[in-house]
């Protein structure tokens, strides 16, 4: 699997699971969040992620598709700046992502291109000799990589799908998540491709962000966590003596990145 296509589906998996807990009418009562019903916690959430400038994303776990459990570690911000990578899972990968204005950088590991580029891997490997390939946000072929970064494609997502989702919400008991207050809300499967359960667990102090989700159905078993809201995206990039022009290194033909 291609970075482009790890990263998409990062990026989808946690728009995913936000809009299919979290869709609904808007909600604007000041009331106290646990006090409310399920439907109008879950409203909060997606009202106060759909506001936030930026945040940390983590996704770990089985995204489905038959593949081993992954990780994506991403800081990103409306702006379309993000940190972070990827890790594949038994030891099938990782990849560095930096995104910064216009320019993209992306660091594979050795793991990655012998298990992921199996066919020229060893010789581009060689070539970046642990430095980081660096295009331009413009490329094609880094164009789901930028998406990814861009919180704005994850909160339209949101918006987008806020209406087309079923099942039925409950409301559980109040618990802490990474030392968080939060109230969970599950949404269960309503008989199509969303069969399971996934759970938001709502902030109940401060804003109602969402601070966690999981996701558990015949495809998938993972969980998606969000911190860090509104605080910048670091802006350390690496150095031009750490970086190959991308096109320098694939040619101008489409080629695995």
């Not at 038959?66 to 990849?95: E, F, H, Q, W, Y």
């Amino acid at each position: 699997m291609t970075v482009q296509r790890i990263a998409a589906r990062a990026a989808a998996f946690g728009a995913a699971v936000v809009l299919t807990v979290t869709s609904g009418a808007v909600a604007r009562a000041d009331d106290d969040i646990e006090s409310l019903p399920a439907q109008e916690i879950a409203d909060r959430s997606r009202d106060a992620l759909l506001g936030a400038e930026s945040l940390h994303m983590r996704v770990q776990g089985d995204l489905g598709g038959g593949r081993p459990s992954m990780m994506i570690d991403l800081t990103l911000d409306r702006s379309g700046n993000c940190a972070g990578g990827i890790d594949l899972g038994d030891d099938r990968g990782k990849v560095e992502i930096v995104k910064r204005g216009d320019a993209v950088w992306l660091k594979p590991d050795a793991d990655f291109w012998e298990n992921q580029v199996p066919v020229g891997g060893a010789a581009f490997d060689a070539i970046l000799a642990g430095r980081y390939m660096k295009g331009e946000a413009s490329d094609s072929r880094l164009r789901p990589v930028v998406d990814a970064c861009d919180l704005d494609t994850v909160q339209e997502l949101v918006t987008d799908n806020a209406d087309t989702v079923g099942g039925t919400l409950t409301k559980g008991t109040k618990t802490t998540v990474d030392g968080v207050s939060a109230i969970p809300v599950t949404r269960s499967g309503d008989g199509d491709r969303r069969d399971g359960r996934l759970t938001v667990y709502v902030a109940t102090e401060g804003k109602p962000y969402p601070v966690r989700i999981t996701v558990r159905n015949a495809s998938a078993d993972a969980a998606v966590d969000f911190s860090r809201f509104d605080r910048p995206v670091p802006t350390a990039t690496p150095s031009p003596e750490d970086t190959v022009d991308v096109s320098a290194l694939l040619g101008r033909t489409p080629a695995p990145v």
